[in-house]
């Protein structure tokens, strides 16, 4: 019934900057909370940063300070600001959404950081 598309990684270099974007498709329900993970070659997949009506926005210690998640409406769903970025933030970043006991994913997006 719901549908998650992350876009907007790409090739980067050290300092750069990139806006991650989670479209939802399907179903309208509001997805909460929702969060942005991200999984590097030969790790596990790790939580970057949260956000939920019940206690904002969190972040991983990594991210914070550098990174900042959004959610607009349903249809405009939610981003991910990156800024400064750096070699070890290079991964596949995937969209995530919870209503009730269900859990969505995105199929990820690659965000590559050259030094």
């Known amino acids: 019934q719901v549908r998650l598309v992350e876009s907007g990684g790409a090739l980067v270099q050290s300092g750069g900057s990139l806006r991650l974007s989670c479209a939802q498709f399907g179903s309208t329900m509001r997805l909460d909370p929702m969060a942005w993970y991200r999984q590097a070659p030969g790790k596990e997949r790790e939580l970057v940063a949260e956000i939920s009506l019940s206690f904002g926005t969190r972040y991983s210690a990594s991210a914070k300070g550098r990174f900042t998640i959004g959610k607009g409406s349903v249809k405009d769903g939610m981003y991910l600001q990156m800024d400064n970025l750096q070699p070890e933030d290079t991964a596949v970043y995937y969209c995530?959404?919870?209503?009730?006991?269900?859990?969505?994913w995105g199929q990820g997006t690659q965000v590559t950081v050259s030094s």
């Open positions: 995530n959404g919870r209503w009730s006991q269900h859990s969505y």
